[in-house]
């Protein structure tokens, strides 16, 4: 397990132990975010003075940096194969590198931010708050300050859709485990479900009364948790839910009481059994997810940022407030079968085993079903989802309303937009875009 923390240290930690393995040396700057390779060869770390690291998770020595950004990195992520990394970061750009050689294979300078939503209007923040990748490692998925999300073909860098209908920046994002769906949590207090094909909105989901800056979804995509934070709309009560909802109605399915202040990081449990929740009221929350009944309270020294849970142990690891990083092992809980997914390839559908790190081919009767890890040596009891995720091929549209994406205002519903609002929307599609051939304005103000 890796760690981040405020300290300007990186922390290995032995799972099955519980012990410190090494402590890299400290960067110059607070680390940000980290994230680690799928088959565990390297780790990356990002600072807040725009650096990337890649080290080797068991001797600590440093790999490679990965250089380019020029302000603080918020998030990165590998990809399932662990073929790149994509970094985000405040200098409004989304970079992919190369891990073997660590020089940068795309560097989308373009994408969020640098237009106003109305004639002489302050410019729009581009900073990138959030990044995510696919189940296939097909998509990545940026969130941004500048109110949109965005999904990029990671081999060209091509913009494949820009979602919008956001009111605030959007902080948090995360992509179904079928690969159909985006997740997204903004500062308007809603939880928005997004088509990864036609990037057009599914829904959105009401409920929390103070900014969403966190959103998960169960492994089995059969509920989202959100987790919301100082609220937005000038109450002294903060919002201290964590909610969960059904995705294929919109509904929610239960809110979890118990923090009596924000909970600012929430995850599920491999096997989608229980559900944790981070608060700044130092506690750090076990739920059932099935009953919503709470199962689990750990009270620590600090006010809670953020939580991860180990793919295949029961294991949590949480950073706090004043750089404090603590490893629990949740003693008591014994996890079912490891929920995973499988996925289509060019020569059959594969499957990757999270203990083994191997990809085992998957027979069609498999799907929906418990097996043990083919691995001779690993034997852990998988439970194979009955969906398969497949590449979406997706191609870039120039105007994605000529296609029938949808635009509307926040808190207008399904009303028909005014002809401002179409054009404040416009200017944002043509953001960072030549502008359209002239004559096709023209057919649309007829």
Not at 34 to 55: D, E, F, I, K, Q
Not at 102 to 125: K, M, Q, V
Request: charged share 25%; with cysteine; net charge negative.
């Amino acid at each position: 397990m890796v760690s981040a923390s405020w300290d300007n240290t990186l922390k290995l930690w032995d799972p099955a132990a519980g012990e410190d393995l090494q402590t890299p040396g400290g960067d110059d700057a607070a680390i940000e975010a980290c994230a680690v390779a799928p088959n565990g060869s390297y780790l990356v770390s990002a600072t807040s003075h725009g650096a990337l690291r890649l080290r080797d998770p068991w001797t600590a020595a440093d790999l490679r940096d990965l250089e380019g950004h020029t302000q603080s990195v918020n998030a990165c992520a590998v990809a399932p194969d662990g073929s790149f990394v994509v970094s985000a970061s405040d200098d409004e750009t989304l970079k992919v590198w190369d891990p073997e050689t660590g020089e940068c294979r795309l560097d989308i300078t373009r994408g969020h931010g640098g237009f106003a939503l109305y004639p002489g209007g302050d410019t729009i923040s581009g900073k990138v708050r959030g990044c995510a990748v696919a189940p296939d490692g097909s998509l990545i998925v940026s969130a941004s300050a500048d109110m949109t999300l965005k999904l990029w073909d990671p081999a060209t860098g091509a913009s494949l859709r820009t979602l919008e209908g956001h009111g605030d920046w959007v902080d948090a994002c995360a992509v179904s485990p079928d690969g159909s769906l985006v997740v997204s949590g903004g500062w308007d207090c809603t939880v928005r479900l997004w088509n990864a094909v036609t990037g057009e909105e599914v829904r959105t989901l009401t409920g929390h009364s103070g900014r969403v800056t966190a959103c998960a979804v169960a492994p089995d995509g059969s509920f989202i948790v959100s987790a919301a934070g100082v609220t937005a709309k000038g109450s002294w009560e903060d919002d201290t839910l964590v909610k969960l909802w059904d995705p294929a109605t919109g509904e929610e399915l239960r809110s979890l009481r118990g923090h009596t202040r924000p909970a600012h990081a929430c995850a599920v449990a491999p096997d989608g059994s229980f559900v944790v929740s981070a608060g700044q009221d130092k506690t750090l929350k076990l739920w059932d997810s099935s009953t919503g009944e709470e199962i689990g309270n750990v009270p620590l020294i600090g006010a809670l940022r953020s939580v991860a849970v180990h793919p295949w142990l029961p294991l949590l690891g949480c950073g706090d407030e004043s750089g404090n990083v603590i490893l629990i092992d949740v003693t008591g809980i014994e996890y079912g079968p490891i929920i995973v997914t499988a996925i289509e390839r060019p020569d059959g559908t594969a499957v990757r085993c999270p203990r083994c790190s191997q990809e085992h081919p998957v027979r069609p009767e498999w799907l929906g079903e418990v097996i043990r890890c083919p691995t001779s040596d690993c034997d852990l009891r998988l439970r194979i989802n009955s969906f398969v995720v497949r590449p979406h091929h997706l191609k870039p549209l120039r105007h994605a309303r000529e296609r029938g994406a949808r635009t509307t205002k926040p808190g207008r519903g399904n009303k028909k937009p005014t002809q401002q609002e179409l054009f404040q929307s416009t200017i944002r599609s043509w953001a960072g875009e030549a502008p359209p051939k002239r004559g096709w304005f023209k057919r649309r103000r007829k």
